[in-house]
């Protein structure tokens, strides 16, 4: 440490002659200065100030989280609580995440230890739980932001202006802004598996896949890329799952695995683990089953765990 203070220590007059400045503390994410935005600005709307001001720190407060987490394991791993400036610590959060062995993923780096389950895929670290909580905690408080359902290009036996607001909620970013269109649908093109990867041949988009079974619970799944044959699964964290009975309710991935969408001639499986699937369907679109599954961290979808399908529709979120 005082051969680094040294070196530090002569790289100053340098610095200062380019008229740079060291910073000798950590970087916070936000200002500590208390001055409202709209004093700052000029503006006279002190309702629209508050609402800006509420509006931001919602949005930040994850990313603070995480912040908080980084800083606290970096500190820790060095063993001591001092940081001395801003590039240290970042460039030392840097090497952590790509270098420590708990954040490897089991593509570049297996364990000894793990091995194929049941599903034939190697399993892949779990995220850290305070990451997960940070990224997908219910309790965080969401943005109450009146939104105009999306148009639809197609007839829906199953979507309310309430199913579609609340969904849009929820969709990935490239998804956002298009209109939904309809690509399948059982009362239209028939209750067939193989007749909905044909609607979605070559198609590239998100996919929503709604189901209403005969007890009329709505339910269904945000899958990250359109459905297809594989042999092994498929898909992004963009994907999740999602149903309105007895209330509207999301789950997103957890990060356990990436057992996200397998789909062959006799079957289409959404979110796996344990022999458990979060969403089944049969080759027939005619039954159907929902159990809780790691991928997803899902209750049931539907009250019972099979179910007999009604309809089933999905869109697809591309320029009409």
Known sequence: MPKRRTESSSVVPQVKGRN????????????????????????????????????????????????????????????????????TITCHTVST???TPANRTHRNHPRPEEGRDAFGSSAVI???????????????PSLDVELTPPDLVGTTEILTDYHREALCRHLPARAEGYSWTLVFSTSQHGFSLNSMYRK??????????VIEDTDNNVFGALTSC??????????????????????????????????????????????????????????????????????????PLTPKVDFVVKTLECWAFVSS
């Open 20 to 87: 740079f400045s060291l910073v000798e503390m950590d970087t916070e994410l936000w200002s500590e200065d208390t001055t409202p935005s709209a004093s700052r600005h000029g503006s006279q709307d002190g309702e629209l100030t508050e609402i800006t001001k509420e509006s931001w720190e919602l949005i930040k407060a994850p990313y603070v989280k995480i912040y908080s987490i980084i800083k606290t394991q970096t500190m820790s791993a060095d063993g001591s609580d001092e940081v001395t400036d801003t590039c």
């Open 226 to 299: 359109a459905l297809q044959v594989s042999e092994h699964f498929y898909g992004t964290g963009e994907s999740l799952l999602f149903r309105f009975s007895p209330e509207f309710q999301v789950y997103n991935w957890t990060g356990e695995n990436l057992y996200f969408i397998k789909g062959n001639n006799e079957s289409l499986s959404i979110g796996a683990g344990d022999g458990k699937f979060g969403l089944w369907l049969d080759g027939d679109l005619y039954l159907g089953r929902s159990e809780s599954c790691k991928t997803y961290g899902n209750d």
């Open 200 to 209: 979605m041949f070559k198609l590239e988009s998100p996919i929503l896949l």
């Open 126 to 140: 779990p995220m850290s739980e305070e990451y997960r909580r940070a990224f997908y905690s219910s309790a965080a």
């Open 97 to 99: 995440l790509r270098l």
